[in-house]
């Protein structure tokens, strides 16, 4: 059996990685890699191959950025002739991004069967490009493995086959599990024991400069009470430059490179706070049990608010100020408790977020082979 997978972005590294592992540990199973190079910087893709021993990609369809048209349109245009050529039995694409949306389509359009590992999420908010790219994947995949049970009723909600379902659990958390004892033996030198860590990319609050500039002062004003170590996505980078010079942050609120998947976890695991408007980090923060703040109306991870540690705060600096007083004060409050042995559990781990994800996907293809051929 042949599965070619497509990855593009940064947190389709981070899912990709133990499925293609999990695929590997079945006989008779072939894997090709497919790099859209939709990330590109060394910070965004080159580094998290290496830390996640991903194989190089056996081929690079070198897109790059552009308008969401022109980036979607270039991965279809690229990839068409390599489905065909490859002649794969199913193609698994991951999470959202537009290089998701671009593989599904040119395979269903092929008659060449799709697989999506994250399945199912939905924030309702069609104005996110993500929440476009969830749609349109869902309804064009054949096989839908979802991270949790939210996902599988939005799934139905929206007429897929019960059939297509299949309630796998969350691959990053395998990544997070396998790679947490790395990170936590090399924690990056010259930072801070006590920090609020932040990372924010969304269009909705980069691309509005005056917007950017507030949350930027908000955070200023944080670091006044602890530091702040704000790792920077090239799209914010590009924003800032016009507001801030990276070199001219003040020593408590730390702007950065981005950072490679290790360090980033190791802080992360040790923050006494983090503030994103990231999916994939309102995930691992649940799983670690650390207080996130997150800088969006809406969410499509639902189950880490009823379950987990994160909480909305929208587009509103005075929620975001009250409710990090509130986690940095509750915080100091429960280290004392902590130290006499009373530490509350405010967050449980969601069902089948276990480290055990992508054995349950592989499984489930080696099963559906049938239907692929070979
Ligand atoms: C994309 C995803 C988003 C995901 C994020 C993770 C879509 C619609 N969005 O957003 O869901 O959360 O990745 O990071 O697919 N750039 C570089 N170097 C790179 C990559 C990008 O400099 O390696 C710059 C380019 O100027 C580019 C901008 O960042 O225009 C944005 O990149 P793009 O891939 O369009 O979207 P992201 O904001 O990264």
Redesign the pocket.
């Known amino acids: 059996m042949h599965v070619l997978h497509v990855v593009?972005?940064?947190?389709n590294f981070v899912k990709a990685a133990p499925v293609m592992r999990a695929l590997a540990a079945h006989s008779g199973v072939r894997q090709t890699l497919v790099h859209t190079g939709?990330?590109?910087?060394e910070a965004?893709?080159g580094a998290f191959f290496q830390q996640l021993e991903m194989p190089t990609p056996d081929c690079n369809l070198e897109v790059g950025?552009?308008t969401?048209a022109q980036?979607t349109a270039g991965v279809m245009l690229a990839l068409e002739p390599v489905v065909l050529e490859r002649k794969p039995d199913l193609v698994l694409v991951y999470?959202?991004?537009?290089?998701t949306v671009a593989a599904a389509l040119v395979c269903a359009k092929l008659c060449v069967r799709v697989g999506h590992v994250e399945a199912g999420l939905r924030s309702r908010d069609r104005t996110m490009?993500?929440e476009i790219?969830r749609l349109l994947t869902d309804q064009l995949s054949d096989l839908l493995f979802t991270p949790s049970a939210d996902a599988d009723e939005n799934l139905l909600h929206e007429g897929i086959d019960a059939a297509k379902i299949h309630l796998v659990g969350n691959v990053m958390i395998d990544t997070l599990v396998r790679l947490l004892p790395r990170a936590e033996e090399c924690f990056p030198s010259g930072h801070p024991s006590l920090y609020v860590l932040v990372t924010l990319?969304?269009?909705s609050n980069v691309d509005d400069l005056s917007w950017l500039r507030e949350l930027l002062l908000t955070l200023a004003d944080l670091s006044a009470q602890l530091h702040v170590i704000f790792p920077v996505?090239?799209?914010t980078r590009?924003r800032l430059d016009g507001l801030i010079s990276m070199s001219n942050s003040n020593s408590r609120l730390r702007l950065l490179e981005p950072l490679p998947y290790i360090p980033f976890l190791a802080l992360q695991s040790r923050a006494a706070l983090v503030i994103t408007d990231?999916?994939g980090i309102q995930e691992e923060t649940t799983f670690l049990g650390i207080p996130c703040l997150t800088v969006r109306e809406n969410t499509e991870r639902p189950i880490t608010i009823t379950q987990g540690t994160n909480q909305l705060v929208g587009r509103d600096l005075q929620r975001l100020r009250a409710a990090a007083s509130e986690v940095l004060s509750r915080d100091l409050r429960s280290g004392k408790e902590k130290e006499k042995g009373k530490e509350k559990v405010t967050s449980h781990v969601p069902p089948l977020w276990d480290g055990h994800a992508a054995e349950r996907i592989a499984q489930i293809i080696v099963r559906d082979r049938g239907h692929g051929g070979s």
């Open positions: 593009g972005a940064r947190p939709q990330h590109y910087d965004m893709s950025s552009g969401h980036q999470g959202d991004v537009n290089s490009p993500e790219n990319h969304r269009p996505h090239p799209r590009q990231s999916g």
